[in-house]
């Protein structure tokens, strides 16, 4: 990885684009930074030490900690992720919107682009008051802050930062390495890395966790590394032969070739799916105040109740996800226009079984490395008092997110140095 960023520097127009990436990674952590008006930052930050584990929690790690701070990127990219999967999974439920992302070539995935920005907005409108009154709710506002134009205030600062990271996004995607959106989610990530290993080191070296719990903390986390790196390339690799075919006095097709599926084809989307379900009851309790048995129980995430909920969620939406991605029926019609069959398998409906059927199996292997993903640290925390002073209760996911991004960024790089014709690069 390090050898393609460095053949790439050597490339001035890759250059150019790596530098234009790293400036807006920059404006973003600057505005990560900037609170907004008319709010008591100190005693949000404490308020939000008791939701680490919540689904708001979850929303502070991926807005990089500036969420617990109330700056103006507070909302992250997440009104952005929620309006790109609605729309998604509504063109696949509405004809007319599946018609315009399928029919109309690159002005349908133009105009689908923009329902997504007034999607994001109107979410992120949503979501910038009901953060507004959790703040209020809280008194956590500065004496100034309780009037209405200081909500306004608030509420459309939330909002233009979320459009305002949007048009980011965009820009790195046009102008710079990679998906932008990506490439903002793995900052806010990462930018969290320095304070946590800080933390553990103070931890060790105060006594508070014992230095080999620490190393086998980071044997294990290069462990799950390493089974991402192999689990994200791995695809099962279907035959299929196309007939020939006699056109004049040329012969065309006889070449034989395959239909690649991806083992985890619905990336990390199942785990942050599950993870705001599994954790929503355990919110409403604390956001309530209550404080009964039975919501204590609920709210703990080290119970075997709430990891195998987890689990289960994760396999639920890893095959959900994975049905709207991948059409077997479609497949099998493409391949039956375009003369080709999978060996042993008729065209049409026994093509489209067998393909149904790898794929059922793909997406449960898919989902049980999810699961082992997501499930081992909160396991860990389980038995081990010294995993829950680390805070590693988000790992997993965190670590999927930054090891996904960052090799989607060298094949990104690599594809452009091909596309020069660059040699060497590979060697």
């Given at each position: 990885?390090?050898?393609?960023?460095?053949?790439?520097?050597?490339?001035?127009?890759?250059?150019?684009?790596?530098?234009?990436?790293?400036?807006?990674?920059?404006?973003?952590?600057?505005?990560?930074?900037?609170?907004?008006?008319?709010?008591n930052?100190?005693?949000?930050?404490?308020?939000?030490?008791?939701?680490?584990?919540?689904?708001?929690?979850?929303?502070?790690?991926?807005?990089?900690?500036?969420?617990?701070?109330?700056?103006?990127?507070?909302?992250s990219?997440?009104?952005?992720?929620?309006?790109?999967?609605?729309?998604?999974?509504l063109?696949?439920?509405?004809?007319?919107?599946?018609?315009?992302?399928?029919?109309?070539?690159?002005?349908g995935?133009?105009?689908?682009?923009?329902?997504?920005?007034?999607?994001?907005?109107?979410?992120?409108?949503?979501?910038?008051f009901?953060?507004?009154?959790l703040?209020?709710?809280?008194?956590?506002?500065?004496?100034?802050?309780?009037?209405?134009?200081?909500?306004?205030?608030?509420?459309?600062?939330?909002?233009?930062?979320?459009?305002?990271?949007?048009?980011?996004?965009?820009?790195?995607?046009e102008?710079?390495?990679?998906?932008?959106?990506?490439?903002?989610?793995?900052?806010?990530?990462?930018?969290?890395?320095?304070?946590?290993?800080?933390?553990?080191?103070?931890?060790?070296?105060g006594?508070t966790v014992?230095?080999?719990?620490?190393?086998?903390?980071f044997?294990?986390?290069?462990?799950?590394?390493?089974?991402?790196?192999f689990?994200?390339?791995?695809?099962?690799?279907?035959?299929?032969?196309?007939?020939?075919?006699?056109v004049?006095?040329?012969?065309?097709?006889?070449?034989?070739?395959?239909?690649?599926?991806?083992?985890?084809?619905?990336?990390?989307?199942?785990?942050?799916?599950?993870?705001?379900?599994?954790?929503?009851?355990?919110?409403?309790?604390?956001?309530?105040?209550?404080?009964?048995?039975?919501?204590t129980?609920?709210?703990?995430?080290?119970?075997?109740?709430?990891?195998?909920?987890?689990?289960?969620?994760?396999?639920?939406?890893g095959?959900?996800?994975?049905?709207?991605?991948?059409?077997?029926?479609?497949?099998?019609?493409?391949l039956?226009?375009?003369?080709?069959?999978?060996?042993?398998?008729?065209?049409?409906?026994?093509?489209?079984?067998f393909?149904?059927?790898?794929?059922?199996?793909?997406?449960?292997?898919?989902?049980v490395?999810?699961?082992?993903?997501?499930?081992?640290?909160?396991i860990v925390?389980k038995?081990?008092?010294?995993?829950?002073?680390?805070?590693?209760?988000?790992?997993?996911t965190?670590?999927?997110?930054?090891?996904?991004?960052?090799?989607?960024?060298?094949?990104?790089?690599?594809?452009?140095?091909?596309?020069?014709?660059?040699?060497?690069?590979?060697?």
């Amino acid at each position: 990885m390090f050898k393609t960023f460095a053949n790439a520097w050597k490339i001035q127009e890759i250059r150019k684009k790596i530098l234009f990436t790293l400036f807006i990674i920059l404006l973003y952590r600057v505005g990560n930074a900037v609170p907004v008006p008319f709010v008591n930052v100190a005693s949000l930050q404490n308020y939000f030490e008791s939701l680490q584990n919540t689904v708001l929690g979850l929303y502070n790690v991926m807005s990089g900690g500036a969420f617990s701070q109330a700056t103006i990127f507070a909302l992250s990219i997440q009104p952005y992720i929620n309006s790109s999967i609605i729309i998604q999974l509504l063109c696949v439920a509405i004809p007319a919107l599946e018609r315009m992302s399928k029919d109309e070539g690159e002005e349908g995935r133009k105009k689908i682009a923009s329902i997504t920005r007034y999607a994001t907005v109107g979410i992120a409108l949503i979501q910038g008051f009901a953060y507004y009154m959790l703040i209020k709710s809280g008194s956590l506002l500065t004496a100034d802050g309780t009037g209405v134009w200081a909500a306004i205030i608030i509420v459309a600062t939330f909002v233009a930062g979320s459009a305002l990271i949007m048009w980011l996004g965009e820009q790195i995607t046009e102008f710079g390495i990679g998906n932008g959106i990506s490439i903002i989610l793995f900052a806010s990530i990462v930018s969290r890395f320095p304070s946590s290993i800080i933390s553990t080191v103070t931890n060790v070296a105060g006594g508070t966790v014992a230095w080999w719990a620490a190393a086998l903390t980071f044997l294990g986390a290069l462990a799950i590394i390493v089974l991402i790196v192999f689990v994200n390339d791995a695809e099962r690799r279907i035959p299929v032969q196309y007939a020939k075919r006699v056109v004049g006095r040329k012969m065309y097709g006889g070449q034989s070739t395959h239909l690649p599926m991806k083992v985890n084809m619905s990336g990390v989307m199942p785990i942050i799916f599950a993870q705001s379900i599994a954790t929503l009851p355990g919110t409403i309790a604390q956001l309530a105040g209550w404080h009964g048995s039975f919501w204590t129980y609920i709210s703990k995430q080290t119970t075997w109740t709430f990891i195998i909920g987890y689990a289960l969620l994760i396999v639920f939406f890893g095959y959900f996800y994975s049905t709207i991605q991948f059409n077997p029926i479609e497949i099998s019609n493409n391949l039956r226009k375009n003369g080709g069959f999978v060996p042993g398998y008729r065209p049409g409906k026994p093509t489209s079984e067998f393909i149904q059927r790898v794929l059922n199996k793909i997406t449960l292997f898919g989902s049980v490395y999810l699961c082992i993903i997501a499930t081992v640290p909160y396991i860990v925390s389980k038995y081990s008092e010294t995993a829950s002073t680390l805070g590693i209760s988000l790992g997993g996911t965190s670590i999927i997110i930054v090891v996904g991004v960052a090799l989607e960024t060298v094949q990104a790089l690599e594809s452009q140095m091909l596309m020069r014709h660059y040699k060497g690069f590979l060697e």
